[in-house]
């Protein structure tokens, strides 16, 4: 029964981005007084169908799309020849200015975002500031590490930062680190319990240096939390509850040990001892670039308790404006380094079938874990609209800006050109996506390294 409830979770969760997408166009469309002769949620045969005013409402079969369909067309669902077959008239798309077109086709991701930021913002302000407990003895620290050099050792139990007692090390490296990035030459006075004996240290370090690590994490064990769809981990057949007893030959306990290991591997190709039910495989995978570092699809379980701490209006305002901040830089950064050829598309471009895999994941695990990926969805939806891709909405807000530029429309022969270049080109990166989600998965039943 969970699981009928977690697929029709994701089945709504996707059609509301599209419903809050395609409403955003509706929206604007008629505030810029152009009729819009359908709005459609889902795409196929019509199971619903309504008119009011001068448009038809519908519900499809296929609750995995849906389109707002202005009067004359655009791009998206008419050829540019027809558009321009006969002058506009009033009510028409091409009857609006080129700078009223901009903001109709701005609206679509817009309301993207806007639902992006108001799930940030209701998880915030409902869960609060949520932190895993950690108890606070000091874990495996990576040489050089900013402990390390501080003198710090394995075992330690720390008792205070500057002087103020933390019970949770999670909380105590938030403070550390807010420290350190506010004066890394005055360093953090830490107090600490060694065998009995109390101590104190003093550690410091440039948050900007590229090489800087804190190395101060819990004594966590090599047991896996659950992969996530079509990363390396997965495919190699790697599940939850597995325990990894070995990198590349060397045995391994502690959770920073193993990650240490395979952060500063010389090869791309790793290879995991792994323990599963009282056996025990040797898997090789290969590591893959994101964006953001290379990395095999590892994660601990999710945290038993968590400690959380109430937050007001304003800094839930503030966490919600810095996390859309930070994963759309990320994101921008990791599409152009995937045009720049630095990141393998194939590693890292991900289907309807991975999307909606990984949602179901996230749905079996509470309201807002999925909340949180229905946000994270929606606003990918924004940037991928924004991009200027020939046919989505940010192709035809360059072309709209032509025409303002010029004072004139963009000849129909290069629309047409452009409309179809962008044809070729999105559906392309569909089937190609498409197929990777099912040789991914392909991997994943047929091909796993763990038998």
Known sequence: ?????????????????????????????????????????????TLFSRKWGKTLYAIRAVPLGGFCK?????????????????????????????????FIFLAGPGMNLLS?????????????????????ILGYMAPQSAAQVAGLQEGDHLLKVDGQVF?????????????????????????LDRKGQVIEKVLKGDLKDPQFELGIDPQYPTIIGSPPPSSPARKAGLQEGDQILSVDGTKVSKWMQMTDLIHHSTTDDIRLEVSRGGR??????????????KHIGLSPPDAAEFDTRPIGLSEALSQSSL???????????????MVTGKINAKDSLGGPLTIMRF???????????FANIVAFISLILCIMNLLPIPVVDGGQIVLCFVEGLKRKAVPVKIQMAYQQVGFVLVVGLMLFAVVMDFWNLYLEKFQSQIH
């Open 1 to 45: 029964m969970n699981n009928i409830l977690s697929i029709v979770e994701v089945v709504l969760a996707f059609s509301f981005m599209i419903a809050i997408h395609e409403g955003g166009h509706y929206l604007v469309c008629r505030l810029f007084g152009v009729d819009v002769d359908e709005f459609a949620l889902g795409f196929g045969p």
């Open 70 to 102: 202005p009067k004359g067309g655009d791009l998206s669902g008419e050829t540019a020849e027809k558009m321009y077959e006969k002058p506009p008239e009033p009510g028409d798309f091409l009857y609006a200015s080129w700078w009223k077109r901009i």
């Open 116 to 136: 992006a930021f108001v799930l940030y913002f209701l998880i915030a302000w409902i869960v609060g500031d949520k932190a895993p407990m950690e108890k606070p």
């Open 167 to 191: 019970v949770n090390l999670y909380r105590a490296k938030e403070d550390i680190l807010e420290k350190l990035d506010k004066d890394p030459k005055k360093g953090v006075v830490l107090t």
């Open 280 to 293: 025990t495989s040797v898997v090789t995978l290969k590591k893959i670039y994101d964006g953001m570092g």
């Open 323 to 337: 996390k859309i901040a930070t994963i759309t830089v990320r994101y921008a950064g990791a599409l152009w380094q």
């Open 359 to 369: 949602m179901y994941q996230q749905a079996s695990l509470g309201w807002e874990a």
